[in-house]
């Protein structure tokens, strides 16, 4: 990242400036990118847990419903003759 600041930015900033203002924008602009990253990737992995508790418990009950008198065929709960 200060490659691209060094690149793209420190010849736009203006000379009237103090290099601790700059330094102190740089730094508030890393910390909300940092703030937002983490909060957007807990909640992410938030979901992607509940899609994975889904799954399993999807696959649980398909299975309990497939050993009773019920066969699962193509969705639909048919009874079993006999």
């Known amino acids: 990242m200060n490659w691209t600041i060094a690149t793209y930015m420190a010849d736009k900033i203006p000379p009237n400036i103090g290099a601790g203002l700059a330094q102190a ?5 890393r910390s909300v990118v940092w703030t937002l ?3 957007i990737g ?3 992995a938030l979901i992607g847990l509940l899609g994975l508790v889904l799954l399993l ?3 649980k ?4 419903s497939a050993s009773k008198d019920y066969d699962v065929t193509a969705g639909d ?3 079993k003759d006999g």
């Open 61 to 64: 009950v398909s299975r309990a």
């Open 25 to 29: 924008g740089l730094e508030m602009g």
């Open 42 to 44: 807990v909640e992410a």
């Open 57 to 59: 418990s999807a696959r």
């Open 77 to 79: 709960l048919v009874l």
């Open 37 to 39: 990253a983490t909060w």
